[in-house]
């Protein structure tokens, strides 16, 4: 089945770092555009940040922009979102998602993904 799947999540302190993996599995992440999105409990899903098959462009959330970097290593076929500065409203389940062939930014809608990953927990709490 072909699917991202994520890793790296966990608990960490207010102002502590965390490094999530979005890792493709049966298909390389270098012909597509991948973005990652999080759910806090009883809140709406919410885009984060995309990164672009194209030049590897770039697209930020205004509540991320500056503490969250979304980087792509094709060879590995793995899209990383470092995360520092973390504070307790950034706790939330956390997905990658991908959609093939063209570039998109943060308003490309939820069904316009081909894969979704299954998510994975952060908590930032002391």
């Known amino acids: 089945q072909l699917q991202p799947v994520e890793s790296g999540g966990g608990l960490v302190q207010p102002a502590g770092s965390l490094r999530l993996s979005c890792a493709a599995s049966?298909?390389?992440?270098?012909?597509?555009?991948v973005s990652w999105f999080r759910q806090a409990p009883g809140k709406e899903r919410e885009v984060v940040c995309t990164?672009?098959?194209?030049?590897?462009?770039?697209h930020y959330s205004n509540s991320v922009k500056g503490r969250f970097t979304i980087s792509k290593d094709d060879a590995k076929t793995t899209v990383y979102l470092q995360m520092s500065n973390l504070k307790p409203e950034d706790t939330a389940t956390y997905y990658c998602?991908?959609?093939?062939?063209?570039?998109?930014?943060?308003?490309?809608?939820?069904?316009?993904?081909?894969?979704w990953g299954q998510g994975i927990g952060v908590t930032v709490s002391s």
């Open positions: 998602a991908a959609v093939a062939g063209f570039d998109i930014g943060l308003g490309h809608p939820f069904s316009g993904y081909d894969y």
């Open positions: 049966g298909f390389t992440l270098a012909y597509y555009a």
């Open positions: 990164i672009n098959p194209r030049d590897s462009i770039t």
